[in-house]
T-cell receptor, first 114, second 114 residues
Framework: EPEVTQTPSHQVTQMGQEVILRCVPI?????FYWYRQILGQKVEFLVS????????KSEIFDDQFSVERPDGSNFTLKIRSTKLEDSAMYFC????????????FGSGTRLTIV | AQSVTQLGSHVSVSEGALVLLRCNYS??????LFWYVQYPNQGLQLLLK??????LVKGINGFEAEFKKSETSFHLTKPSAHMSDAAEYFC????????????FGGGTRVLVKP
């Protein structure tokens, strides 16, 4: 069964540094997403990406964040000037175009800012 | 905007007993509804989804959910709990719009007692 692959599985970064989280979505999917889950809290939408541009973003997704699809397979989330409160599990997901299409989530990257 | 409320952040059931996880949604347009399961240190796995076909939806691992428009509910049930059902369960909603953003409930952690 096709999978969404995320790397690394764990990342520890010093506060103020930049971090890049990487994802390989399912190849025939057209929508790509990033979600985050702060420990003990609900899963929150960050951004959706379609046709090489952001289609929707949440209020969390401010200028500190950016996404990119640098080639035909990878989808990255960059966080600049990381803060302690950026510590969370970050999930990448992809879906087909149909409304109501199921997402496939990756296993997540646990980001710890120290 | 859509929202999801899951009643009960923790549920404890005995092995072999009925599992009932409650989910109520709010949406101004017809919703798509999903249940995801998250095992410890893993990603989100789709259990089942409702996309305007049959109101009783069967999913994996013996789970099912019923869409009740009049009650704006999508409760998840399993007739007989198994130890392997111990996990966190998330209800989520999306609507037919660009991006198909998922909005999650707060999650319900299920503990199964022998």
């Amino acid at each position: 069964e096709p999978e969404v692959t995320q790397t690394p599985s764990h990342q520890v970064t010093q506060m103020g540094q930049e971090v890049i989280l990487r994802c390989v979505p399912i190849s025939n999917h057209l929508y790509f997403y990033w979600y985050r889950q702060i420990l003990g809290q609900k899963v929150e939408f960050l951004v959706s990406f379609y046709n090489n541009e952001i289609s929707e973003k949440s209020e969390i997704f401010d200028d500190q964040f950016s996404v990119e699809r640098p080639d035909g397979s990878n989808f990255t989330l960059k966080i600049r000037s990381t803060k302690l409160e950026d510590s969370a599990m970050y999930f990448c997901a992809s879906s087909e175009m149909d409304p109501g299409a199921s997402y496939t989530f990756g296993s997540g990257t646990r980001l710890t800012i120290v | 905007a859509q929202s999801v409320t899951q009643l009960g952040s923790h549920v404890s059931v005995s092995e072999g007993a009925l599992v009932l996880l409650r989910c109520n949604y709010s949406s101004s347009v017809p919703p798509y509804l999903f249940w995801y399961v998250q095992y410890p240190n893993q990603g989100l796995q789709l259990l089942l989804k409702y996309t305007s076909a049959a109101t009783l939806v069967k999913g994996i691992n013996g789970f099912e959910a019923e869409f009740k428009k009049s009650e704006t509910s999508f409760h998840l049930t399993k007739p007989s709990a198994h130890m392997s059902d111990a996990a966190e369960y998330f209800c989520a909603v999306s609507v037919k719009a660009a991006g198909n953003k998922l909005t999650f409930g707060g999650g319900t952690r299920v503990l199964v007692k022998p």
